[in-house]
Every structure is written in C-alpha cells, then in structure tokens.
C-alpha cells in the first residue's frame, strides 16, 4: 500500500497570506495526485487532480505542483473560506483499491 | 450538473443491517465507477467499497469485506451498499462518490451511520 503522509498537521496562516501545504507518497505515484478540500459539515470538495489541474469552478489561487513522491498544494492569498482540512488522495496504481488518502492538514487562521 | 443524495444512515444496534441508497442525478450510474467513503467523525477519510463501470469489477477495504455489498439500481440511477453485521466501527458518515476517470470528482453531502448499544 502506498503511504500518503501529510505536513503539517495543523498550518495557522493569516488572512492574505500564502499556505503552502505538502504531501509525500510513500512510492512513485507519477502526477496521479489529487488535492480535496473539507470544510466543517460538508462534503470533501476535487481541487486538484493530475497534480496540478483546477478541477472546474476552483479559482486561481489554488495551485497544485510536483510529481512523482514530492507536492505541494499552494494558496496564493488566503480568504476566509479557504481555511478548511486539505486531503491529498494518489490513484496511480490499478485496482482503485490501491487509491489512499493522506491523513489531512488543517488549515486554520491565525 | 451531476447530483448525489445519500440516504438510510441512522443508529443501529450491533449486528443488525442497514442499506444505503445514492440518488444520482446529470449523469448516469452505470457508466461511471462509483464508490462509498466514509468518515469517523473529526478523523480523515476511509474508502469502504468500489464499484468500477462494467458493474462486475468490485473492491471492498479489508474491514468490510464479507459484510458490505456495493451494488447499483440501474433502473433508478441509484447506488447502493448493503450493510449486515453493524459494528462500533463501522460508524461514521457515508459519502457517494462518482469517478471521473480515475478521479473522485463528486460527492455527496454524506449520510451518518451510528451503530451502538
């Protein structure tokens, strides 16, 4: 199984500020990397997938980078409803059995 | 637009069953790979079971298997997970969700599963 691990756990950033949030794959996983983001009481919402692609109605300033075991979500200038729990999910290997989540870093204002 | 309406979580006792039903509107179920997901409460999220396109490719987490069913209601556009022999465990909220591909594009808003004495 392909170990996702999360860092950090917990990131306190200001309103304005860029976050940085990072994932590592246990094995190469190619850019078959995905980014979700939960808010409290909701669903997990796609950001991000082939490592570095908006899904649809997701603005700019969320950016996805990296490939192989090393990425990094990025949000340029945080806003209020950005601060939420961020998961990183791979699917690089077949069956989708083999997809696994990170643990999560949770986002929160500082 | 695509649309998933989780229903039939609720508190159980232990060892009973419980079936839950994904409503699936814009889009239709049988041509998708589908999958449940759960979530304890304030802990990360878990993939229970997946059921790919063709209808006969199915996985289950080692934590289910032989006691969870996934399965679709093609007639209805519908999704579902048979749940039999409840445990402790097994609580959390249950999301549907449908594949792009290889990705979980969408989500439903989730159905909480209790099971307890």
């Known amino acids: 199984e392909i170990v996702m691990t999360q860092s950090p756990a917990t990131l306190s950033v200001s309103p304005g500020e860029r976050a940085t949030l990072s994932c590592r794959a246990s094995?190469?996983?190619?850019?078959?990397l995905a980014w979700f983001q939960q808010k409290p009481g909701q669903a997990p919402r796609l950001l991000i997938y082939?490592?570095?692609t908006r899904a649809t109605g997701i603005p700019a300033r969320f950016s996805g980078s990296g490939s192989g075991t090393e990425f990094t979500l990025t949000i340029s200038s945080l806003q209020s409803e950005d601060f939420a729990v961020y998961y990183c999910?791979?699917?690089?290997?077949?069956?989708?059995?083999?997809?696994?989540f990170g643990q999560g870093t949770k986002l929160e204002i500082k | 637009q695509v649309h998933l309406v989780e229903s039939g979580g609720g508190m159980v006792l232990p060892g009973t069953s419980l079936t839950l039903s994904c409503a699936a509107s814009?889009?239709?179920?049988?041509?998708?790979?589908m999958e449940w997901v759960r979530q304890v409460p304030g802990k990360g999220l878990q993939w229970v079971a997946i059921?790919?396109?063709?209808?006969?490719?199915?996985y289950y987490a080692d934590s289910v298997k032989g006691r969870f069913t996934i399965s679709r209601d093609d007639s209805n556009n519908t999704l579902l997970l048979q749940m039999n022999s409840l445990r402790a465990e097994d609580t959390a909220v249950y999301y549907c969700?449908?594949?792009?591909?290889?990705?979980?594009?969408?989500w439903g808003q989730g159905t909480l599963v209790t099971v307890s004495s």
């Open positions: 059921i790919w396109s063709d209808g006969n490719n199915k």
């Open positions: 094995q190469y996983v190619s850019s078959n």
């Open positions: 814009g889009f239709t179920v049988s041509r998708y790979g």
């Open positions: 082939g490592a570095s």
């Open positions: 969700v449908k594949f792009r591909g290889r990705i979980a594009e969408s």
């Open positions: 999910q791979q699917y690089n290997n077949w069956p989708p059995s083999e997809y696994t």
